[in-house]
């Protein structure tokens, strides 16, 4: 029954109209913090989920998870080394690559590039690189024909489009240490591989029997591209496999080139969650002055309801009532703002991009150059439950102040 009528009376509290203009408006300015600071956390923390799903399906869907490179010189015997590494169970595909550099020539423009050849049917094993180039393009990309795929980001430096040629000088490789002319190989620009990303920006694809021919590797390969079950434990994996060999090769994990993104996106997730205690704490402490000056105001309802035999557990908890509908209905409202800005993040971004004429994020720099967004309800359950917890601790000193109030004292001063 008190509680009920805790709750009846917080609530009339609650909404009535203050006498004291300026209990009013603190009132107000720490439902809107409050509202302000869950909206703000929530749109941070997507970012964090949008930036760790591209990295996932955009990124490590497209590099290998781990590679085995030959001390000493090319792989001759890479069929049996994709055998032996595939018997591991936590190794799901394995497929060859020839890996150079090379330079891209199309008139005036040169653009130094990381060329890789690859076997597409072996390659789709290990990677989802085919999801981000044409179809066409990547079904009739056969060997013997001087076909290559660019980057999106080397296409537009160099200003060509499927169909157009350009040249790839390629270092001449050989026992003399004088310096020797580059092989030069006029090509075809059969496709484009478009991640929005850096990767974009330093990557080519040919056939590998092409690369082998550029490179006289003959029918050896650089190295062995894999493909693990756990990502995020690829390094063991690869040693452990790596192992078995009985040649000696250099192991390679993604997280050694890109696993600095992923610990970036985590640390500052964390750093998030810290921020939104800290920010949503210290708009609840608003909550703790209008309930102080709540309590001055309501001082003879106080002193009526004590002397019509309320107790102070019924008073307490009519304040701490008033302060948590204060941090609920900012929490909801927060939340509502923050999920609805984090649904059209990306749009938001682009537009006003667009308005003020500048990217924020460039593909050749960034691994993607827009600016994700995913909401996860956990994230918005966990930030609306953290400012209504707050709110609650805060209200928690103002109500044992009501609830010491001398009735006598009280009316006797009216």
Known sequence: MFSSLSLFIGGRFSRAKQRNKMVSFISLSSTIGIAVGVAVIIIGLSAMNGFERELKDRVLSVIAHGEYEGVRGPIQDWQGVINRVEQHPKIEAAAPYVKFTALAERGQQLKAIEVRGIDPDKESSVSNMAQFIGKQSWSNFRPGEKQVILGQGV???????????????????????????????????????????????????????????????????????????????????????GNTLNISVYLRSWQQKYGYLYRDIQLVRTIMYLVMVLVIGVASFNIVSTLMMAVKDRAAEIAILRTMGATDGLIKRIFVWQGV????????????????????????????????????LSGDIYFVDFLPSQVMMGDVALVS??????????????????SQLNPAAVLSSK
């Open 155 to 241: 296409a537009d430096l160099l200003k060509v489009k499927p169909g157009d040629y350009i040249t790839l000088m390629i270092p001449s490789t050989g026992s003399t240490s004088q310096v020797q002319t580059p092989k030069r190989v006029r090509v075809k620009v059969s496709g484009l591989l478009k991640l929005n990303g850096q990767i974009d920006h330093n990557l080519a694809l040919v056939p590998l029997q092409d690369a082998q021919s550029y490179t006289r590797l003959g029918k050896g390969v650089t190295g062995i591209s894999l493909r693990v079950s756990d990502v995020l434990d690829a390094r063991q994996i690869i040693r452990e496999a």
């Open 325 to 360: 509908f204060s941090g609920v209905l900012g929490s909801i409202v927060g939340s509502i703002i923050g999920v609805l800005v984090a649904l059209n993040l990306t749009t938001i971004i682009k537009g006003l991009e667009k308005l003020i004429d500048h990217q924020f």
């Open 385 to 402: 439950l953290t400012a209504i917890v707050l709110s609650l601790l805060a209200t928690w000193y103002p109500a044992s102040r009501a």
